[in-house]
């Protein structure tokens, strides 16, 4: 595996466990053996993607929040199938989770959601 590949989603990672964020993602056994760190990654994947719904389908804004949400994505993805050694089952459960606690935030607490993804944008992209 390449460590390129990773660096963006565990350099976030370290980003967020230090940030002191109040974070409201789920609680599943599924992430219980991850650090703080990577489960704060995988939360704001599913942020920026529940907010790509909240634009226009082939909008720019929602092609750009489902691009950051995909990258992010995918090198949390790598990290929990080569180094925690997950089943790709497993993987898609946290995915569908975390994806249902993101929408029953922004139901929930529109505030609340859009302070956190906005933590989650600009620790992102001081990694990029």
């Given at each position: 595996?390449k460590?390129?590949?990773?660096t963006?989603a565990?350099?976030?990672?370290?980003?967020l466990?230090?940030a002191?964020?109040?974070?409201?993602q789920?609680?599943?056994k599924?992430?219980s053996?991850?650090d703080?760190?990577?489960?704060?990654?995988?939360?704001c994947?599913?942020?920026?993607?529940?907010?790509?719904y909240?634009h226009?389908a082939?909008?720019?804004?929602?092609?750009?929040?489902?691009?950051?949400?995909?990258?992010?994505?995918?090198s949390?993805e790598?990290l929990?199938l080569?180094?925690?050694?997950?089943?790709?089952?497993?993987?898609?459960?946290i995915?569908?989770i975390?994806d249902g606690?993101?929408?029953d935030?922004?139901?929930?607490d529109d505030?609340?959601?859009?302070?956190?993804?906005?933590m989650?944008e600009?620790?992102?992209?001081?990694?990029?």
């Amino acid at each position: 595996m390449k460590l390129g590949v990773l660096t963006p989603a565990l350099g976030l990672a370290v980003v967020l466990a230090t940030a002191g964020v109040a974070w409201a993602q789920p609680q599943t056994k599924l992430v219980s053996r991850l650090d703080k760190g990577t489960i704060q990654a995988i939360w704001c994947s599913a942020l920026l993607f529940e907010e790509s719904y909240y634009h226009d389908a082939d909008s720019d804004e929602a092609i750009r929040y489902e691009n950051l949400a995909f990258d992010l994505g995918d090198s949390i993805e790598a990290l929990l199938l080569d180094e925690h050694g997950m089943r790709q089952e497993e993987v898609d459960e946290i995915w569908s989770i975390f994806d249902g606690g993101a929408y029953d935030l922004a139901e929930a607490d529109d505030e609340g959601f859009l302070a956190q993804l906005e933590m989650c944008e600009s620790n992102y992209d001081d990694l990029l």
